[in-house]
């Protein structure tokens, strides 16, 4: 029997820092600019959700994956990886 994505993800461990290690450049052009807002549904960790006007960047559960770095049409996301020492470890457990 295989393991669910679910189950799988809950092996991952992170430590995560006080400051981000993504940002929106442009709140505005998420609203104003971008009709699909793909990231709210290519991340695997589920980190941009739409929050009353604006889209929200949770960052702790980040993958490091860089799907959605790659699929902002508006290249809006700065993105790096965390600061050494911190961010996701995973398969632990
Ligand atoms: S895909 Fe890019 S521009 Fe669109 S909502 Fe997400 S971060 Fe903003
Ligand atoms: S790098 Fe991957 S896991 Fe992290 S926010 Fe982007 S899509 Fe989500």
Redesign the pocket.
């Known amino acids: 029997m295989s393991a669910k994505v679910e189950d799988k993800l809950f092996l991952n461990r992170f430590n995560v820092d006080d400051e981000s290690h ?1 940002r929106l450049i442009d709140p505005d052009v998420c609203m104003k600019k971008c009709d699909d807002q793909p ?1 709210l549904y ?7 959700k739409m929050e009353k006007d604006r889209v929200s ?1 949770n ?1 702790e ?9 790659v ?1 902002c049409p508006h290249f809006n ?1 700065d ?1 790096r990886f965390p600061r050494g020492g911190y961010g ?1 470890r995973h398969k632990f457990g």
């Open positions: 993504l990231c290519i991340c695997p960790a589920n980190v941009y960047v960052y559960g980040c993958l490091e994956c860089g799907s959605c770095r699929g996301i993105w996701v």
